[in-house]
């Protein structure tokens, strides 16, 4: 079955930088559309970043607004894992961050699958 394993989640002060990792298995971690969400108390689930394949077989990745230039999600094949780089972290970047796997991006929401979250705090 899917299973999604977070992990990287820590404690840092604004400006600092934390890389979270996604272990992925029991799909095709090769085509499907990977992406992180998080979620902070009182708040919505947020896209944060989404990585796809495009149809020339290259990646595409997007980025929420609130990230851009800040955050970067990438992955490793060969190690079924997905990262996402945060640098320069703001107060307002804490949350519960999860991994999420679906065949196709407009479908994370509705047939993803999901990890249980890793907890990133950002306080001075």
């Known amino acids: 079955q899917v299973q999604l394993k977070e992990s990287g989640g820590d404690s840092v002060q604004p400006g600092g930088s934390l890389r979270l990792s996604c272990v992925a298995s029991g799909f095709n971690f090769n085509v499907y559309c990977m992406a992180w969400y998080r979620q902070a108390p009182g708040k919505e689930r947020e896209s944060v970043a989404t990585?796809?394949?495009?149809?020339?077989?290259?990646?595409?990745?997007t980025y929420a607004d609130s990230v851009k230039g800040r955050f970067t999600i990438s992955r490793d094949f060969g190690r079924t894992t997905l990262y996402l780089q945060m640098n320069d972290l703001k107060l307002e970047d804490a949350a519960m961050y999860y991994c999420a796997a679906a065949i196709r991006c407009d479908w994370l929401e509705t047939h993803g699958n999901w990890g249980q979250g890793t907890q990133v705090t950002v306080s001075s």
């Open positions: 990585i796809d394949i495009d149809g020339n077989m290259g990646e595409k990745t």
